[in-house]
């Protein structure tokens, strides 16, 4: 039998009424991942519980690469079921990584399975799941429907095909998924696809041979995206970069267009002014925007080259962006083209630097314009969610805050908001028992309540 209980991370009774009367069954707003509305907008009955749970899943890969297993039972030529076996043996001595809650947690809540994840298992797992799946004929809306999720933003690039949310809009009315929008592809310069994503956008705008003409096809698909109900941009940087002049941005990318490939300072250039360019944009048409920065790409160039983007190779940044983001948000707050601007930190180590900073930005336009983002990618573990909320409170305010996300490709993620609520009411309940805050715990019930759910929807103006 599992080990996850039903008072599972709660510690007193204080905390477990706030979870199991107030947070547990309250919608879930995901303002951000990275699922396919495509394969969303097709609904499929998935395939195994290998291609719902393994595959494309890099969180999952990462974790049997540290536990030393050969890349053929990953992303190799090993079947399905040798590599599902593998990652289950991975999982079963995880102990305190978020996956050996994750994953349990994901097993039970969409397929009824209370068998603990182990080698010794793994037959009886593999076969229970697939064979709910053909009984079941589970397939991705239904997966959103026993999690309660009512509202989706995906993560789309400024040139994607933007007909698919329209036939979302018309097959589902249970749900909402929106797209976020996000121009990185277009800001990163250096890369060596760079060009063949220009002519991507082109072809959805117009010719683009200079830098005015890169600016009005943004802004041109930034408003088809708002025709489809966008109300929120992404941004993810490695380091914030200073705002460049805009001649310099200009010279860097007539390089680009040239052929040639512009140098660290002429890329720095060129990303530090879009992003400043991108951010005034979006405050013009009330784009909320959602900064993700810290995160070192692409460290291992051999697995780069064999198995693309988003594998599994990516780690927190040491830099420091706290200088630069605060010239940066002082340009647009002097404009009056600040947007709101909900902030991701992936190195902890600047909580206290980044929290601090966005205090210095807030105004009586919005509760918590300037939001801090929920623990991110490597911080979304218990240690680091319960250091998020402790910093969140002590320099910031907790009622205000716009709550979880999966940030996640796999339609399985969504149990990770419910580990989140788990460790927000285990919080507040330890400071009640403790005397540090009121005991009214229907009146904290209402504040959970909010950060689950209701503020993200006051926030990106969906009511």
């Not at 683009?208 to 088809?224: D, G, H, M, T």
């Not at 460290?299 to 040491?318: Q, V």
């Not at 340009?331 to 083209?337: Q, Y």
């Amino acid at each position: 039998m599992s080990y996850i209980k039903e008072n599972f991370l709660l510690k007193n009774g204080s905390a477990i009424e706030l979870y199991h009367k107030y947070a547990k069954d309250m919608p879930i707003f995901d303002y951000h991942c990275h699922l396919s509305e495509k394969e969303l907008l097709a609904d499929k009955e998935f395939e195994s519980v290998y291609s719902v749970w393994l595959k494309g899943d890099h969180y999952k890969w990462r974790l049997m690469r540290n536990y030393g297993v050969d890349e053929e039972y990953i992303t190799g030529n090993k079947s399905e079921k040798e590599k599902f076996f593998t990652y289950c043996k991975t999982v079963g001595t995880a102990f305190g990584n978020p996956l050996y809650h994750w994953s349990q947690m994901e097993l039970e809540e969409y397929f009824d399975c209370k068998a603990e994840i182990n080698e010794k298992n793994a037959e009886f797992i593999w076969n229970h799941c697939n064979e709910y799946i053909r009984n079941h004929h589970l397939k991705p809306s239904d997966v959103i429907g026993k999690s309660n999720v009512k509202i989706i933003f995906t993560t789309n690039e400024a040139f994607d095909d933007l007909s698919t949310f329209t036939a979302l809009k018309i097959k589902f009315n249970d749900f909402t998924v929106l797209p976020a929008f996000r121009a990185d592809k277009i800001m990163n310069i250096e890369a060596d696809r760079y060009l063949d994503f220009l002519s991507y956008l082109s072809i959805c705008t117009r010719g683009i041979s200079n830098l005015f003409e890169l600016e009005e096809a943004l802004e041109q698909r930034l408003k088809a995206f708002i025709e489809v109900g966008c109300v929120a941009a992404d941004i993810a940087l490695e380091k914030a970069l200073p705002v460049a002049e805009r001649i310099l941005a200009e010279k860097s990318f007539n390089k680009r267009l040239s052929g040639e490939k512009p140098n660290i300072e002429e890329t720095e250039a060129f990303k530090g002014y879009l992003t400043y360019f991108l951010m005034k944009l979006y405050a013009k048409y009330g784009i909320a925007t959602e900064v993700h920065i810290g995160a070192m790409r692409n460290n291992n160039a051999i697995m780069l080259k064999r198995l693309g983007l988003d594998t599994g190779y990516d780690s927190l940044s040491d830099a420091d962006s706290t200088a630069n983001l605060s010239r940066l948000f002082d340009r647009l707050n002097s404009e009056n083209s600040l947007p709101k601007t909900i902030l991701f930190n992936l190195n902890p180590k600047q909580n206290v630097e980044f929290l601090s900073l966005i205090g210095c930005f807030q105004d009586k336009s919005e509760v918590s314009k300037m939001q801090y983002g929920a623990a991110w990618w490597f911080l979304d573990n218990k240690p680091g969610m319960e250091k998020h909320l402790v910093d969140l409170c002590a320099l910031s305010h907790i009622g205000s805050f716009i709550g979880m996300l999966t940030d996640s490709r796999s339609f399985l993620s969504y149990p990770r908001h419910q580990y989140f609520r788990r460790i927000l009411c285990n919080y507040l309940g330890v400071l009640i028992e403790n005397g540090e805050i009121t005991a009214d715990i229907p009146f904290i019930g209402e504040v959970v309540q909010n950060i689950c759910f209701n503020n993200a929807v006051k926030y990106f103006s969906m009511n």
